[in-house]
T-cell receptor
Framework: EPEVTQTPSHQVTQMGQEVILRCVPI?????FYWYRQILGQKVEFLVS????????KSEIFDDQFSVERPDGSNFTLKIRSTKLEDSAMYFC???????????FGPGTRLLVL | KNEVEQSPQNLTAQEGEFITINCSYS?????LHWLQQHPGGGIVSLFM???GKKKHGRLIATINIQEKHSSLHITASHPRDSAVYIC???????????FGKGTLLTVNP
């Protein structure tokens, strides 16, 4: 069964460093999402992406964040200068159509020291 | 006020019991989703519904649009059902998900 994959599974970085989180959505999907979950809190929407551009972003998704689909398969989330409060689990999700079920990747656990 | 409220926050049951988890939402939605999150963190979509009732195996999800309320039922619960169950709603053209805080279910043998 097709699945969404994410790399790395864990990343530890120093405050101020740049990180890139990678996702490979399901191959025929067109709608992509990033969510994050701070430890002990609910999952929060970050950004949605369709047709090579951001379709919606949350207040969390400030200038330090960017997303890109550099080729036909990868979907990346970049955090330019990480802060302690960026420590969280980051989930990528994809769907074939916006009205369809979103399929989630296993997540990347980011720890900023 | 959160857009999505779940109850209870924690639920402990004995194997075989019938489980109900409730979700209320405060805004108009396109669809309501029930998801399962295991201790390792991965999230799996269980149901997406906009009306009526859906069933998959021992899981049943219902929604009442007028009352802005949904329930997830688990029949004949089993220890492997132990997980966090999350209600989320989607609205707008992008169908981004707005999540509840989740219900931690523990089923004891």
């Amino acid at each position: 069964e097709p699945e969404v994959t994410q790399t790395p599974s864990h990343q530890v970085t120093q405050m101020g460093q740049e990180v890139i989180l990678r996702c490979v959505p399901i191959s025929n999907h067109l709608y992509f999402y990033w969510y994050r979950q701070i430890l002990g809190q609910k999952v929060e929407f970050l950004v949605s992406f369709y047709n090579n551009e951001i379709s919606e972003k949350s207040e969390i998704f400030d200038d330090q964040f960017s997303v890109e689909r550099p080729d036909g398969s990868n979907f990346t989330l970049k955090i330019r200068s990480t802060k302690l409060e960026d420590s969280a689990m980051y989930f990528c999700a994809s769907s074939g159509q916006p009205r369809e079920t979103q399929y989630f990747g296993p997540g990347t656990r980011l720890l900023v020291l | 006020k959160n857009e999505v409220e779940q109850s209870p926050q924690n639920l402990t049951a004995q194997e075989g019991e019938f489980i109900t988890i409730n979700c209320s939402y405060s805004v108009g939605i396109s669809a309501l989703h029930w998801l399962q999150q295991h201790p390792g963190g991965g999230i799996v979509s269980l149901f997406m519904l906009s009306s009526g009732k859906k069933k998959h195996g021992r899981l049943i999800a219902t929604i009442n649009i007028q009352e802005k309320h949904s329930s997830l039922h688990i029949t004949a619960s089993h220890p492997r059902d132990s997980a966090v169950y999350i209600c989320a709603v989607s609205r707008g053209s992008n169908y981004k998900l707005t999540f509840g805080k989740g219900t931690l279910l523990t089923v004891n043998p």
